[in-house]
């Protein structure tokens, strides 16, 4: 029994051990013009609260912490990003087009009004990206008022 016990903690270790040379690629590219903070004049509160609580997921550059670089945490993680990059990418703002702009932005302010975002294991690990009522109330704002802007432009044009 004990040499069943030896074996299996001995082989879960070297598994452990293997799968961290399988790691994800890391989300670490450049801030380039399109670039929602080049697009768009943003309000220096409201680009605190996008880079604290948004950012990691939602653009082409992570903040990683030393945890994310630990199999299997760093392949959860990674699956994190490539779905919220695919929700929103706000390093691709300059390529998007009107009407999805306003899109995202009503769902920016419905996703955090009913504190689906950020995720709940994000908010558990970084208490920064936790929200207060305030922040979100100045967020929604903030999206409400840039989405009536684009919509005044779209209409001048």
């Known amino acids: 029994m004990r040499r ?6 001995i082989f879960l270790l070297l598994a452990f051990f293997a799968i961290q040379f399988f790691q ?19 309000p220096e509160n409201i680009q ?22 630990i199999a299997p945490v760093s392949w959860m ?10 929700e929103l990418n706000f390093s691709e703002w300059g390529t998007m087009d009107i009407f999805e702009k306003i ?3 009503e769902e920016i302010c419905q996703e955090t009004k009913r504190k689906s975002m950020p995720l709940k294991s ?7 990206a936790k929200l207060s009522d305030e922040q979100i109330a100045e967020l929604c704002d903030w999206t409400t008022k840039l989405a009536e802007e684009l919509l005044t432009n779209a209409a001048g044009e």
């Open 24 to 42: 994800p690629e890391k989300n670490s590219g450049e801030v380039s013009s399109n670039h929602i903070f080049n697009q768009v004049e943003v």
């Open 77 to 86: 993680v990674s699956d994190h990003i490539t779905e919220g990059k695919s």
């Open 4 to 9: 069943i016990l030896r074996f299996s903690i």
């Open 122 to 128: 994000y908010r558990a690990i970084h208490p920064k």
């Open 103 to 105: 899109t995202k932005l």
């Open 48 to 69: 605190t609260l996008l880079t604290t609580a948004c950012m990691d997921c939602h653009s082409d550059h992570t903040n990683y912490w030393w945890y994310n670089h």
